[in-house]
């Protein structure tokens, strides 16, 4: 694992200052509002995730910061160079996307070489770097495989090795884990950290899987184009009152109100489930439950995710576009 | 030197992708081979060429306007490769890496031409077949010819391409500029037999200098007529602008994504 030869990439960029910082970024598409006035930094060194449903922004941000998108209004700079200085922004960040980048036809060795060439790196320095991009993430013994042969897994991994190539001290990676297996994604999660650990690489990533968002030091939750809330996930989570409980029911209107009168708290009526934010929930869910036993089909109790954050901040559903998880 | 790198990387990499991907050579090769037997052979016994000496068999006449179907073709699947490429695949990356569009356009555009002229020479390999006398000077100079069609055809299709969000609208695009540019060239039917308005499209047609020189380097050694197309000079150099500023007006469009 270890390499003589590494250099800490997040050392190459000494000023101080943020990783990325952007500043009221504004998007449109025709006259629909993508973004709306968007600002927070991104720290040096931190694993930043952008959560959000689809159409909630994130993959429209992530093509600004990526220069594949001008925004219509606002700044961003990565590392102090303004995303105006494309080319100067280029050097500073490895991009992993959505959809493949890498040409299933060529082996993975081949991928990386094109690539390194891309970054104008060639002879015997990009093939210690490919040699050594393999071994790190485990490729060498597929090297001489055509990309379109490997497991979704090992294709997102031969991903991460080209973008890691030229050794940038940020990386950013668009929705990493979709397609991938959940032991995959783990894996991948666990790398991404050990590189962060490591070698102080920034992360950042977009996601609508909130098991990932947990995973980030920090996390901005975007809701049709706003910025809703930035903060750590413990931090986001203690915006929401004690625990969470769902009550499912046959009528949930009637039941609601019931709630209302009985223990004079409000139940919000969310997709045909009733959802109360209470300290002391599991005493509730007793008298819920010892109040009105025929109304109650089911009971759920627990501890606030991000996504009863994401509920608490905007009143909707994660998935509240008619999307599955 | 090192700026050249990126250039050389998208170059090969068109040209494993093409070795490694049998069905391509299928489209571009054999398409216009089995169109040239067929339409060729077909239309053999009924037309004699306007313009062209007696006994000038239709099948020779349409050989060297196959050998441009040949780049017309590579270019097209160029263009649709980039499409699909540059919206969700190789070309994402391609376009977040400190390369300049110029340099990315360079190798798309040496790739295909690279393509396109390997096949063209293949064909040119049947000449003898229609009884067109092959010499090593006008092996070259057809050659140097069909660089120059070929980078002009890539190009136009590279400014399609970097200008389109989908390939859904391509095919009215292919069948509305791209083949009625290979149609109006001379490649089909001279221009002498056809009605004056036609023949006006045909000489606004930058593809049919290329055409006119072709036939000249194909004929050098003297045997066969080329009926009255432009002459060599000006067909060269006309040939030589359109694919300069085919080019050009490629990497703008690049440049604006």
């Known amino acids: ?31 629909r509002l993508a973004l709306d006035e968007v600002s927070f930094d991104v720290q040096r060194g931190e694993i930043f995730g952008l959560l959000g449903p689809n159409g909630g922004g994130k993959t429209t941000l992530f093509k600004i910061l990526s220069t594949l998108l001008r925004p219509t209004s606002g700044t961003a700079s990565i590392f102090s160079t303004p995303l105006s200085d494309a080319a100067g922004c280029r050097k500073h960040f490895g991009v992993v996307f959505q959809q493949p980048s890498v040409d299933g036809k060529l082996t993975v060795r081949e991928n990386l070489l094109c690539h390194g060439n891309l970054y104008c790196l060639g002879g015997s320095e990009l093939d210690a770097r490919v040699a050594n991009a393999l071994q790190r993430l485990s490729l060498s013994d597929r090297a001489g495989d055509r990309v379109e042969t490997l497991s979704g897994g090992l294709q997102r991994r031969t991903e991460l090795a080209k973008s890691l190539l030229h050794r940038p001290p940020l990386l950013l990676l668009d929705e990493p884990s979709t397609g991938l297996d959940p032991g995959a994604r783990r894996d991948f999660l666990q790398y991404l950290r050990q590189l962060r650990d490591q070698e102080g690489v920034t992360i950042v990533l977009t996601t609508h899987y909130m098991e990932e968002a947990e995973r980030c030091d920090r996390v901005a939750i975007l809701h049709q184009g706003r910025l809703v809330s930035v903060g750590s996930p413990a931090s986001l989570k203690g915006h929401v009152g004690g625990d969470i409980v769902v009550v499912q029911s046959g009528d949930p209107q009637s039941l609601q109100t019931k709630i209302r009168q009985r223990f004079n708290c409000e139940a919000q009526l969310i997709d045909g489930s009733l959802r109360i934010e209470r ?16 109304d109650v089909t089911l009971v759920t109790y627990g501890k606030p995710t991000l996504e009863d954050v994401f509920i608490h901040l905007t009143g909707h559903r994660f998935w509240a576009e008619g999307e599955a998880a | ?68 179907l040949v780049l017309l073709f590579t270019a097209i699947f160029s263009t649709i490769s980039t499409v699909e490429d540059r919206k969700a695949g190789f070309l994402q990356g391609v376009l977040v890496a400190p390369v300049p569009r110029s340099s990315i356009v360079l190798g798309q555009a040496m790739g295909g031409t690279s393509l396109a002229v390997i096949q063209g020479m293949m064909f040119l390999a049947l000449a003898p077949l229609v009884g067109i006398p092959l010499s090593l000077a006008s092996i070259v100079s057809s050659f140097l ?16 391409a970097w200008r389109m969000d989908s390939t859904q609208g391509f095919h009215a695009i292919m069948n509305l500029i791209l083949l009625p540019i290979w149609f109006l060239s001379g490649a089909f039917f001279p221009a002498s037999g056809a009605p004056a308005p036609l023949r006006l499209l045909m000489n606004l047609d930058p593809l049919t200098y290329g055409m006119a020189a072709l ?19 000006s067909s060269l150099l006309i040939t030589l602008i359109f694919a300069a500023a085919s080019f050009a007006f490629a990497v703008r469009s690049a440049s604006r994504v």
């Open chain 1, 1 to 31: 694992m270890s390499s003589t030869a590494q250099t800490n990439p997040a050392a190459a960029s000494t000023a101080a200052g943020p990783a990325i910082r952007v500043e009221k970024l504004r998007h449109l598409y025709g006259s």
């Open chain 1, 279 to 294: 300290d002391r929930g599991h005493e509730l869910v007793r008298d819920i439950v010892e109040s009105f036993p025929t």
């Open chain 2, 1 to 68: 030197m090192q700026a050249l790198l990126p250039v050389f990387a998208l170059w090969r990499r068109e040209m494993v992708r093409f070795v490694r991907q049998r069905s391509r050579i299928s489209g571009a090769f054999a398409q216009p081979l089995v169109f040239w037997l067929l339409l060729g052979g077909g239309l053999n016994a009924s037309f004699q060429p306007a313009g062209t000496a007696a006994g000038t068999s239709y099948v020779a006449y349409f050989y060297p306007g196959t050998i441009a």
């Open chain 2, 145 to 160: 010819v069909m660089c120059l069609m070929a980078l002009a055809l890539t190009s136009l299709g590279l400014i399609i």
């Open chain 2, 215 to 233: 036939r000249r380097c194909l004929y050098l050694s003297g045997s066969g007529n080329v009926g009255p197309v432009p002459g060599m000079a």
